[in-house]
């Protein structure tokens, strides 16, 4: 016994009561339950996803995505999905038609991912897994039985993870994990007795992680860690001494990590670090003495130099490449290994901003890549090598826009790509290197969507490649450079439905969304969770064509579009959810032209985005809705050149982002909606150079971001106060001339977290209070420098949530505090080395929803309390192996909305009904409690409140006591988040729904009646199968019996019964609660002889065996009365009152005890009317009546004691009026 705040409490710790004390004897509980069901049918009752509406009952191009292609003689192979097979091998012979599956090799729908695809003397050898042997290495001579795994290298169902497969004259050399010496080197000549380890480079379970493969001259040359040297170059002859450290570059246990490895006429180029003169070029012959460096590009000392030279080609035995110098920035240079040798070969984008060359290939020894100079976007150049010979083959996005030239490959002396002209979208083209010979192959996919080819291949002096069409979707197409010559191979996919609903936007009761119903192609839709409230706002664009609605933006109730009438062009739009009201606002581009507005942001109010008016490029304009309002705020770049503000953030009604002014770069601007309040706040790269502000982000008042200054900080973490002096470097992560990069920025109560690499550890997770000191790595995840590369950080309820990789599993779901020892994975939801890939996460009223594939069923939707055992799966939308794949989950309400594909109607709306958030009272759905007023006339008055302020009240109807009508509680029987009422005649036995919309009735209904000879009583309502509607709860004291009456929007359902608590030894139904993390109502049951309290646990009408939580002395003065959250942990409490007016909380953790405290008392003449929510605090409060004053009072407490005593409301003494807590 023991004495807390002066009042003496007797707490025994939780047990398990016998199952059988909670039973009834048998005849007596067959003749209740035949009563009781004599008046109800008996249905089962389930909480699952559903669809909400097949909007697209059309056919619809299923992607099958052909990838991964390789030549085998005159074979094609490649890997594509469909849905009976998953993804799997298949083969072309490149014939129009002639594809086929080669083997199913994870049988049914699963997928046995084929990857690492590579020809070994006309034998195919890859990775996959069967589903019962892991990821293993497999070949296959392009016949069902010849594809066969080579040797199950890791036994059973581990995966060895073959990687990096390289042909070196004729043998098969890999990385792979065998499960006891750590990912090695390995060899193989197609048999399971040939394909061996070649070197265990690191002994024991430690990996060397061989890398970065190439084969030189018959010498295989990659990079691996020994755990002596760190990363360096080693080489391999196949044999255990012939594999070998080339040379210690970077001297003692530092990395050089070397990269980028490539034969350039039988001499080995790559990038390495030396620990001296940075990231810089590399050669070597093989020896340690002829493993040298070429020359320093980029000059530096102690580490902070470095060039990173990149995107190495060979042509015609010199090495051509891109590198960093502080003078010219990213440009082309070329090397024949000499010092002297290594140059510039132009300053395509004139001074240090560099032109950024990629991709690289050579054409009839022609080079040929993308580069922007400054004037003309990134677009196709080519080189011979020299400055005069280094020029612009064609500006195919006409102006300073980018065609993004990709995908570079030689077929037979022509040069194919793709590009976007602005016009046709991204398509093929093809160029003989010069301007009229740079044309477009065909338009695959008419409009401006474009077909993106991707994968270009030449395979037998034909292109190979993947397109989409809307005809067939993502399929394997080839080309002989010809529109007629350019044609679909196979349509492997197979047809579905589907309206693929996206960019969903949440407008406070109504879900706003795009989708194609086949018939009027993609427009607005809007949706209230029901089939018929799920209907086509406009068919803007009129026709099967449709729209393409880019952006969607909610700006305080008002929903702004950009799309396109067919008439006016890409332009903005706005809608209030009716045909009538979806109008353009303004055309800012006059007529067929397009002012093409974007990144719509609302700052105060008033909705910001950049467009284009034809005259003075893309700009930041600002809209009110009006076409008056809908104004240029200014032109940043005067005349043609395009300010192009991006990165559009609200930082205390300011508007902050990124643009050009033509002088300054690209740098941190600010803006309040005014031209001359719209002002670079600092040149942080002084000069023409750019300090590229991204991922900018308010923290508590406070700018985040990541940018590059002038002393060669590249792409470190910034804040800034929105002042000059104020823009300062937090701290610079990577030292020198490398970069961190931070990503992810997310604020978690005032710290920022973010994503980084410092050189060493790799991409972890750090955090910052904005000072150099407090800017520290929270945890190595993934010891080494490989990283966990955490992703998807979100705040959930002060927690961080995000994904990572932590070495021993594969990418799973993770939380931290911010302290290393709080840094966990929360669940490896696919054991061992397979990984979940969580996505898509999400905070819905403090819990993570998220998908993520187990395994075993797929990718399919999950929810998180944190916890392993609170971290679980949905019930499956696709079942078995295949993946719904759900995207865009957004919370409407009570119901989570996401797109899905159940694989019988395609990719489609569908959604959950959520868990409410407990409070009792709330008829304006704002989650804080009201006041329902009773007059003894039976006129029924809310009386609404915000934040223990008063607001109105509202008449809702009159329950005649005369005639037996009473309240028995408060619920929400349609799970809109307003409370209804729960009415019970005591003379007929009548029980009542009265749903109801704030102050407004929307129907009045007798649910059942149950004859009082019965004495069965309604106890209040609950939810107890979590589908945010309540159940009504029935009990018959004489015998202990409670039932549960199901409801479909207030009207009956069907009839569980639950369980049978033992009354014979003196237990009685108390109380409802939520004392788990499953949102489910629960039961508190107390003992009126021993004052033992237990609690049920239920699913549903499943009732586990009771649960012993505490017992009190029943001499000490103290009842339980009621149940509530009191420390805001989302799982219930108990209230308990002593008889001298205090009142206690039992603070518990699920059905564990935790502390006790008083946050006050009742004085005399007090009356505990609810226990609610009165403030934004999420813990509970009380509703005080005193009645000899007639004041009702909020007392609003902090998880510790009373904080405020507020009046809220006096209806005088003796008026009549009393009031109703919401429970019986």
């Known amino acids: 016994m023991t004495i807390l705040y002066g009042y003496r409490i007797n707490l025994r710790r939780g047990k398990m009561l016998p199952a059988k004390n909670h039973f009834l004897g048998k005849s007596l509980h067959l003749v209740l339950s035949f009563l009781l069901l004599s008046f109800f049918a008996k249905t089962a009752i389930a909480q699952t996803p559903y669809l909400v509406k097949n909007i697209n009952t059309q056919p619809n191009p299923v992607s099958s995505g052909p990838r991964n292609f390789v030549q085998v003689g005159s074979t094609t192979f490649f890997t594509a999905r469909t849905l009976a097979e998953g993804v799997e091998l298949w083969k072309s012979d490149g014939t129009l038609g002639g594809a086929t599956l080669v083997k199913d090799i994870f049988p049914g729908p699963d997928d046995s991912s084929p990857s690492e695809l590579v020809n070994i003397g006309g034998t195919l050898f890859f990775m996959a897994s069967n589903g019962t042997n892991g990821q293993e290495l497999w070949k296959s001579d392009g016949t069902t039985a010849g594809t066969v795994m080579a040797k199950d290298i890791n036994p059973g169902t581990g995966n060895s993870s073959p990687r990096e497969l390289v042909n070196v004259d004729g043998t098969l050399f890999f990385q792979a994990n065998d499960g006891t010496n750590g990912t090695e080197l390995w060899k193989s000549d197609g048999t399971t007795s040939g394909t ?112 990173p030279p990149g995107s190495f080609l060979n042509m015609g035995g010199i090495l051509f490449f891109s590198a960093f110098d502080e003078t010219n920035g990213l440009e082309l240079w070329k090397s024949d290994g000499t010092p002297s040798g290594t140059v510039l070969v132009k300053d395509i984008n004139p001074g240090s901003g560099g032109s950024g060359p990629g991709e690289l290939v050579s054409v009839g020894g022609t080079l040929f890549f993308s580069a922007s100079d400054g004037i003309n976007g990134g677009e196709l150049w080519t080189s011979d090598g020299t400055a005069s010979g280094t020029v ?161 933006e909610n700006v305080s109730g008002t929903l702004f579009i950009t799309a396109s ?80 503000p991006q990165e559009l953030v609200d930082l205390g009604g300011v508007l902050f982002f990124r643009a050009s002014n033509g002088t300054n770069g690209w740098e941190l601007w600010k803006s309040d909606g005014t031209t001359t309040g719209t002002v670079l706040v600092k040149d942080i790269f002084p000069g023409f150079a750019s300090s590229n502000p991204t991922e900018l982000l308010d923290v508590n008042g406070t700018l985040f971001f990541t940018a590059t ?180 989950l957004t919370q409407v309400g009570n119901t989570l909305f996401f797109s899905a594909n159940d694989g019988l109607t395609g990719r489609e709306l569908w959604a959950f009904s959520l868990p409410k958030y407990q409070v009792l009272n709330d008829f304006d759905g704002d989650d804080d409690s009201d006041v329902l007023a009773v007059h003894s006339s039976g006129v029924l008055v809310s009386v609404r409140l915000e934040n223990s302020v008063f607001q109105d009240f509202g008449f809702l109807l009159q329950a005649d006591p005369a005639a037996g009508w009473t309240v028995n509680a408060t619920g929400d029987f349609n799970n809109d988040k307003n409370s209804d009422l729960l009415l019970y005649n ?42 945010g509607e309540d159940e009504i709860i029935i009990y018959h004291p004489p015998s202990g019996f409670i039932g549960l009456v199901y409801l479909a929007s207030g009207t009956f359902s069907s009839f569980e019964e639950a369980t049978t608590i033992d009354i014979a030894n003196n237990w009685t139904l108390k109380n409802t609660g939520h004392f788990n993390s499953d ?17 049920i646990e239920m699913d549903g009408s499943t009732a586990t065996p009771p649960t012993s939580i505490f017992t009190f002395d029943p001499s000490s003065g103290w009842t339980v009365i009621d149940t509530g959250d009191f420390n805001g942990d989302k799982k219930s409490d108990v209230l308990i009152l002593h008889t001298s007016g205090a009142l206690g909380v039992l603070v518990m953790d699920g059905l564990t005890f935790q502390s006790f405290y008083v946050p006050g008392g009742l004085s005399p ?11 934004s605090d999420k813990k509970a409060d009380f509703l005080i009546h005193d009645t000899n004053t007639g004041d009702l009072l909020t007392a609003v407490q902090d998880g510790a004691t009373v904080t405020t005593y507020t009046p809220v409301l006096n209806l005088g003494v003796g008026s009549g009026w009393s009031y109703h807590g919401g429970k019986p």
């Not at 706005?574 to 719509?600: E, H």
């Open 1079 to 1095: 949102n489910k109502t629960d039961l508190l049951i107390t003992n009126t002889v021993t004052g033992e309290s237990a609690v």
């Open 392 to 552: 612009l083959v064609k500006d195919i996005y006409p102006g300073t826009e980018t065609s993004f030239p990709q995908e570079l490959v030689d077929v037979e002396g022509t040069l194919f790509f793709n590009a976007n002209d602005g016009a046709n979208g991204e398509e093929l083209w093809k160029s003989d290197g010069t301007t009229a010979g740079t044309v477009l192959v065909k338009d695959i996919n008419p409009g401006t969507m474009g077909s993106g080819p991707i994968g270009l291949v030449n395979v037998g002096e034909t292109l190979f490649f993947t397109a989409y069409d809307d005809a067939n979707g993502l399929e394997l197409w080839k080309s002989d450079g010809t529109a007629v010559g350019t044609l679909l191979v196979n349509n492997i996919g197979i047809d579905e439905g589907g309206s693929f609903p996206t960019e969903f936007v949440n407008t406070g009761s109504t879900l706003f969304f795009m989708a194609n119903d086949g018939t009027n192609g993609h427009e607005l839709w809007k949706s209230n969770g029901t089939p018929s409230g799920t209907v086509l706002v406009k068919d803007i664009f009129p026709g099967l064509a449709g729209n393409f609605l880019a952006e969607i």
């Open 196 to 307: 061996v380890l070649v070197k265990d480079i690191r002994p024991g379970l430690g990996a060397s992680s061989p890398w970065e493969m190439v084969n030189v001259g018959g010498t295989l040359f990659f990079r691996a860690l020994n755990g002596t040297n760190g990363q360096e170059l080693w080489k391999s002859d196949g044999t255990t001494t012939g594999t070998v450290l080339v040379k210690d570059i970077n001297l003692g246990s530092a990395n050089s990590s070397p990269g980028s490895l490539v034969n350039v006429a039988g001499t080995l180029f790559f990038q390495a670090d030396d620990g001296i003169n940075g990231r810089e070029l590399w050669k070597s012959d093989g020896t340690s003495s002829g493993t040298v460096f070429v020359k320093d590009i980029n000059p530096g000392t102690g580490g902070t130099g470095g060039s």
């Open 1165 to 1175: 003449g007090w009356e505990l009317v609810n226990v609610g929510h009165y403030n």
């Open 986 to 1027: 005591t003379t007929t036995g009548e029980y009542r729904t009265v749903l109801l919309d704030g102050n407004s009735v929307l129907s009045d209904t007798v649910v059942f009646t149950i004859d009082p000879v019965i004495g069965v009583e309604p106890r209040g309502v609950g939810d107890f199968d979590g589908d």
């Open 709 to 888: 200054n002038s002393v060669g900080i590249k792409q470190e973490l910034w804040k800034s106060d929105g002042t000059a002096s104020g823009t300062l470097l937090v701290k610079d992560i990577n030292p020198g001339y490398a970069k961190s990069d931070p990503k992810d920025l997310v604020n978690i109560n005032g710290t920022l977290f973010f994503t980084a690499d410092d050189g060493t550890n790799g991409r972890e997770i750090w955090k910052s209070d904005g000072t150099t000191t407090g800017t520290v790595m929270v945890k190595d995840i993934n010891l080494g420098t490989d990283g966990s590369n955490p992703e998807e950080l979100i705040n959930v309820d002060g927690t961080l949530f995000f994904t990572a990789s932590g070495g021993i599993s594969g990418r799973e779901l993770w939380k931290s505090d911010g302290t290393t020892a709080g840094t966990v994975m929360v669940k490896d939801i696919n054991p061992g080395l397979g990984t979940s890939s969580p996505r898509g996460l999400v905070d819905i009223n403090g819990i993570l929803f998220f998908t993520a594939s187990d395994g075993i069923n797929g990718e399919e939707v999950w929810k998180s309390d944190g916890t392993s055992s609170g971290t679980v799966k949905l019930p499956d939308i696709a079942p078995g192996s295949f993946s719904s794949n759900a995207h865009e």
């Open 565 to 644: 009438d067919g008439v006016n062009g890409q332009e903005l739009w706005k809608s209030d959810g009716t045909p009538s009201g979806t109008v353009l606002v303004k055309d800012i581009v006059p007529g067929a032209g397009s002012g093409i507005p974007r990144l719509l942001t609302e700052v105060g109010g008033t909705l910001f985005f950049q467009a284009n008016d034809g005259t003075n490029g893309h700009e930041l304009w600002k809209s009110d809705g009006t076409a008056a309002g809908t104004v240029m705020v200014k032109n940043i770049f005067p005349g043609f050149g395009n300010g192009a």
